[in-house]
């Protein structure tokens, strides 16, 4: 044996049990399928500690698009523990040109892509399995897509055939028990002209599908068991305002984000991000006492230079999470960060607030917008273990 090697056995020796364990606690989620491999005792040591690594705040999914014709789906991924982040690229030959985007589901966002032969859906958080369908009736562009209970939901889109015949706005159901589609109605009209992923903040529950148009407040549900859409609703409860989207809460109620400026000042006063409670049920909000984030998350999220002006008045805001957190992104500028939230509950059972506990500022990866072509797209799951064995392995 080398003498450079007595050392590191002689650690390897005194790393056991417990102490092995809470040395592998700290070891980030994207590492640790290497670690196991050191020894026995380390596999041993590995699997022991998932049972208590906290998991209850979802991972930030970013898909980076760097250029229309890019050929590769380039990932960035960040642990809320570690707070360290994982990049890397997948092969687009499976997608057959098509690039992926976002599905909203209740377990966690994945990927969905689709051709005009078929429907592909991500059985992972990153995108690197994938489970095949029938292809929908009429192939949409750019629509809601969001899987709720054993459904998947396919609503709005753009469709030169439904444009023809005035159907604007048609929802599709694929039902994975029997494996085919039927159709399910309109979205309701309130929403025309903007039914569109893109002008569309979107979450997916259990039962289920949540629509609202970022810029007026419109927001509505849809149950795919029952094929009905709840009521429509303005919400708005902060004029000043100019930019909605909404995530998932806790106790079937939801959170309503709102960004805009607000009062008169040299770049027309100062940028608010603040958050309300909704019920799940009626689209009502709770009440009007709302939650802000701080001035300097604010800030560092919607830069505003001094040669800026009135321009910077047309925010935008994209919001996903889960009912442990979130992120806050501003995906005119990904450049800086994004703003990371957990969640909480306070008071009685049957009357429970949910407060944002904590935010934190989140740098982005290098290179995230950075090009002026391309487009990146935030989701957000929880991911364990074998999900990252899963990666290493593709």
């Known amino acids: 044996m080398r003498k450079d090697e007595e050392p590191n056995k002689q650690l390897q020796a005194e790393l056991r049990g417990d102490v092995l364990e809470k040395v592998v606690m700290h070891v980030p989620m994207a590492d640790l399928p290497s670690v196991s491999f050191v020894s026995r005792e380390w596999h041993r040591a590995v699997h022991s500690s998932l049972l208590y690594r906290p998991s209850q705040l979802p991972w930030l999914i970013m898909r980076d698009q760097r250029s229309p014709k890019s050929s590769s789906l380039y990932i960035h991924a960040l642990d809320p523990y570690s707070r360290s982040w994982i990049s890397f690229s997948l092969s687009n030959k499976p997608f057959e040109m098509v690039m992926p985007c976002i599905l909203r589901r209740s377990g966690g966002d994945r990927f969905y892509?689709?051709?005009?032969?078929?429907?592909?859906?991500?059985?992972?958080?990153?995108?690197?399995?994938?489970?095949?369908?029938?292809?929908?009736?009429?192939?949409?562009?750019?629509p809601v897509v969001a899987e709720v209970g054993p459904y998947v939901v396919v609503a709005g889109g753009g469709s030169l055939m439904e444009l023809?015949?005035?159907?604007?706005?048609?929802?599709?159901?694929?039902?994975?028990?029997?494996?085919?589609?039927?159709?399910?109605?309109l979205i309701p009209v309130m929403f025309e002209g903007s039914t569109c992923a893109t002008w569309l903040s979107v979450?997916?529950?259990h039962k289920r599908l949540y629509i609202m148009e970022r810029k007026t407040g419109w927001i509505s549900w849809f149950d795919p068991e029952i094929k009905r859409w709840g009521p429509v609703r303005q919400l708005r409860p902060d004029p000043a305002l100019s930019a909605w989207a909404i995530t998932v809460g806790n106790e079937e109620k939801l959170l309503l984000f709102g960004v805009g400026r607000e009062g008169e000042g040299e770049h027309g006063g100062k940028m608010k991000v603040r958050t309300w409670q909704v019920k799940g049920d009626n689209l009502l909000v709770v009440d009007n006492k709302a939650e802000e984030m701080p001035k300097e998350m604010v800030d560092r999220l919607f830069p505003c230079d001094k040669g800026d002006d009135a321009t910077w008045q047309d925010c935008s805001l994209e919001v996903c999470g889960t009912e442990h957190g979130g992120y806050v992104c501003n995906p005119v500028e990904m450049r800086n960060g994004v703003v990371g939230f957990e969640l909480s509950s306070q008071g009685k059972k049957n009357s429970k607030r949910i407060i944002v506990e904590r935010w934190e500022w989140v740098p982005s990866p290098e290179r995230v917008g950075h090009n002026p072509m391309g487009r990146i797209l935030c989701g957000s799951s929880p991911v364990g273990f074998h999900d990252i064995c899963g990666l290493r392995r593709c």
């Open 203 to 205: 979450v997916a529950s």
């Open 113 to 142: 892509a689709l051709l005009f032969r078929k429907m592909a859906i991500s059985r992972d958080p990153f995108g690197a399995k994938w489970e095949e369908a029938k292809a929908l009736r009429t192939w949409k562009a750019d």
């Open 164 to 185: 023809d015949y005035g159907q604007e706005g048609s929802v599709e159901l694929y039902d994975r028990r029997t494996s085919m589609w039927e159709p399910a109605g």
